[in-house]
Structure formats: structure tokens, C-alpha cells
């Protein structure tokens, strides 16, 4: 059984930093994409990151470039997402999801990053809250 626990959320003011995990079970890590999402109230689920182990592949939703950064530790099946210099409009719940081999929803041989069709897995999301 596939599981993703999200862990690392929490109240930082403006400016602060925090640090998510993804930590993986239920399917191999030889060849998967772990992506970050996040989702405010009254809004839709957008993209923040992901990383694709099959090519190498890392994305960033222009939103975060310079101040998140993405990476992984295989040994640990665990997947982080750093997230420094945060502002009120990363308030949101922040989910990861997998992607575990096989052609996707939108039929492509590997996950288009930030697309949420296209992952098989979530996790039940954790919240991040940013005070100005």
C-alpha cells in the first residue's frame, strides 16, 4: 500500500523558514516524481515543486524559485521541501504526491510537474501558515 505522510508545517512569520517532508512508502524509489502542491482556501490545488527521479528532473512554480528548493534522500524514501524567505501568500495546505511509474492520466511517459491529474498518490497535506 502506497502511503505519503506529510510532516513540517506550521505558523512562521514572514521571513522565517520551514521545512516539509514527504516520507514515501508501499512502492520503490528507483523510479518515481514526488510533487509538492499546495492549496489555499477557496482556491484551486496549484503546483510548487516537484522532482523526477526517472530523468533527473527538478521544477519550480516561478511563485517560489529562489526560495524553496527541492531534494531528496533515496535511503530514507523521504522527499523535502525547503522553504525559506516565506510571505502570507504561502499560506496554504502543502501536499505531496507520487507518481509511481506508468503512463499518466494526461498520457505521457513521466508526470508534468504541477500538473495534479497526473499523480497517483496523496498524502493528507499539512499546514503551513504565514503571519505579516
Known amino acids: 500500500e502506497v502511503q505519503l505522510v506529510e510532516s513540517g508545517g506550521g505558523l512562521v512569520q514572514a521571513g522565517g523558514s520551514l521545512r516539509l517532508s514527504c516520507e514515501a512508502s508501499?512502492?520503490?524509489?528507483?523510479?518515481?516524481?514526488i510533487g509538492w502542491f499546495r492549496q489555499a482556501p477557496g482556491k484551486e490545488r496549484d503546483g510548487v515543486s516537484c522532482?523526477?527521479?526517472?530523468?533527473?528532473?527538478?521544477w519550480y512554480d516561478d511563485s517560489v524559485k529562489g526560495r524553496f528548493t527541492i531534494s531528496s534522500d533515496n535511503a530514507k524514501k523521504t522527499v523535502y521541501l525547503q522553504m525559506n524567505s516565506l510571505e502570507a501568500e504561502d499560506t496554504a495546505v502543502y501536499y505531496c504526491?507520487?507518481?509511481?511509474?506508468?503512463?499518466?492520466?494526461?498520457?505521457?511517459?513521466?508526470?508534468?510537474?504541477?500538473?495534479?491529474?497526473?499523480?497517483?498518490?496523496w498524502g493528507q497535506g499539512t499546514q503551513v501558515t504565514v503571519s505579516s
Open positions: 504526491s507520487a507518481w509511481t511509474g506508468g503512463m499518466t492520466i494526461s498520457q505521457r511517459t513521466i508526470p508534468m510537474c504541477g500538473f495534479p491529474g497526473d499523480y497517483d498518490y
Open positions: 508501499g512502492f520503490s524509489f528507483d523510479d518515481y516524481a
Open positions: 522532482i523526477i527521479r526517472t530523468d533527473g528532473s527538478i
